[in-house]
């Protein structure tokens, strides 16, 4: 059965174009113009030869080529799509040799001939899986709480530090955002009394919290009123966006529940046996990122390609006799490095043999915190896939080979793997910011060595001044 290639430059509004090239690169037709439509693509399949083995190539613009493939998969052929880092370095190439950046369908036609193993045959329809969708739209939303956080963050500084003491910052409590979303005024505050703030504070608390917390946020409010005494701040007006954000982030927090909620249900069809959620220290909502994410680990040749899907690998630069080892090639699902790293840091307070590996790295090869788990991060994924592949839960051991519960894992984690707080503290680098604030200012007089004094120093080597 001879093979022809049909190549599609897909399209959101307008009209997609499609070319057809037989096995050697030759068209037989190019420039069909048609839409997702039953009728066009009837049409279009016509055009096909009967007795032909059909591969479709194309990009996956959008969700515009999920319906497309779909169809087509439906018919008989088989659908294979562009990578996008394979899409820009084509876009980078014809736009530099050809005055172009399309990825045009008689391209697309030829792909295959030209670069056959570099071709992915989908297994799945990515935007039309459920739990994909879903844990996609949880990321989402936890990405837009915490920026809404963050902002929180910034409007309540300019209340003053007193605030951020009393109610927190980072990821504020529902007794806090119940205070700032009525509240955040502080002659609001004031007006409204010790009695009824601890009022306030017990229901919004359940109790947790009573006279004391109101004494604290009345004091933060009487240090704001003084420090703005002399004006320019209009407290209404700040307590107004404070309120907004507030609501933002309690929308996001219905909107986290129910998706959540959702989530369980699918990964507990996706996944009955729950082998994903068997790795030591997942819940629902990781073990169901890392599963929706992947898709079914079987469709991997191996381990090796599960873990450099994962885009937690190091870069390797070989040529001739040198074999380097860069940083992470970060290739892939983001959302899918998060949840692994995640897992990582929750799976090796329970996993001696993990455990044992973080100790390793941090107290002998002095990783810090963040390096050890990009290192434990693919070994959890590769366990995972191992026991997807063998359709086997994960059994948790000890570094012997004993089998041990969570529990038993928990305390010999906690016992024989605990990092001195000083070392912890020795392994922590200093960040980008810190490292831009020790730098040389115009303020200061003191040359750097890596910034030499322009001129001649003002004082010889013994220290007296130059003639």
Request: hydrophobic share 40%; charged share 30%; net charge positive.
């Amino acid at each position: 059965m001879s093979e022809v290639r049909l190549g599609i430059d897909v399209a959101c509004r307008s009209d997609h174009q499609a070319s057809l090239a037989d096995d050697r690169g030759e068209f037989v037709w190019s420039g069909w113009r048609f839409r997702t439509t039953v009728a066009d693509l009837e049409r279009l399949w016509a055009k096909l030869p009967a007795d032909a083995e059909v591969v479709v190539v194309l990009e996956p613009t959008r969700n515009a080529w999920v319906p497309l493939a779909a169809w087509l998969k439906a018919k008989g052929a088989k659908v294979v799509l562009v990578p996008p880092e394979q899409s820009a370095d084509l876009r980078d190439y014809y736009n530099k040799h050809t005055k172009t950046d399309r990825l045009d369908s008689r391209v697309l036609a030829r792909l295959p001939l030209l670069h056959p193993e570099g071709l992915r045959t989908i297994d799945d329809l990515g935007p039309a899986e459920p739990l994909k969708r879903a844990v996609r739209h949880r990321f989402a939303l936890g990405r837009r709480r915490t920026q809404a956080m963050q902002r929180l963050d910034a409007l309540i500084e300019l209340l003053g530090p007193g605030w951020a003491e009393v109610v927190g910052s980072g990821d504020y409590s529902k007794t806090a955002l119940a205070v700032l979303e009525r509240f955040a005024d502080p002659r609001a505050l004031k007006k409204l009394g010790r009695k009824r703030l601890t009022a306030l504070l017990v229901r919004a608390s359940r109790g947790h919290f009573r006279e004391a917390k109101a004494d604290e946020l009345l004091a933060a409010a009487d240090e704001t009123i003084e420090l703005w005494s002399a004006g320019g701040l209009d407290f209404a007006e700040l307590a107004d966006d404070i309120a907004a954000e507030v609501r933002i982030i309690k929308a996001l927090d219905v909107e986290l529940e129910a998706i959540e909620d959702r989530i369980g249900v699918l990964y507990d069809d996706a996944d009955p046996d729950g082998v994903v959620r068997s790795m030591p220290g997942l819940g629902v909502t990781l073990a169901a990122g890392i599963l929706g994410r992947t898709g079914d680990l079987n469709r991997f040749d191996n381990l090796a390609g599960v873990r450099s899907f994962t885009g937690i690998v190091p870069k390797i630069d070989q040529s001739g006799l040198a074999d380097h080892h860069g940083g992470l090639t970060k290739a892939g699902d983001p959302g899918l490095r998060q949840a692994l790293y995640l897992a990582a840091d929750q799976a090796r307070k329970v996993d001696p043999t993990l455990a044992a590996r973080y100790h390793r790295l941090v107290v002998d090869q002095g990783k810090h915190h963040v390096s050890a788990l990009c290192s434990i991060a693919p070994v959890v994924m590769t366990r995972i896939a191992a026991c997807w592949r063998n359709g086997q839960r994960y059994v948790l051991r000890d570094v012997d080979g004993t089998e041990i519960t969570e529990a038993e894992g928990r305390a010999i984690c906690a016992d024989r793997y605990k990092i001195d707080p000083a070392v912890r503290a020795a392994r922590r680098g200093t960040n980008t910011a810190k490292a831009l604030k020790k730098r040389t200012g115009r303020g200061k007089k003191e040359p750097t060595e890596a910034a030499p004094a322009p001129g001649p120093s003002g004082t010889d080597a013994t220290g007296d001044k130059a003639a």
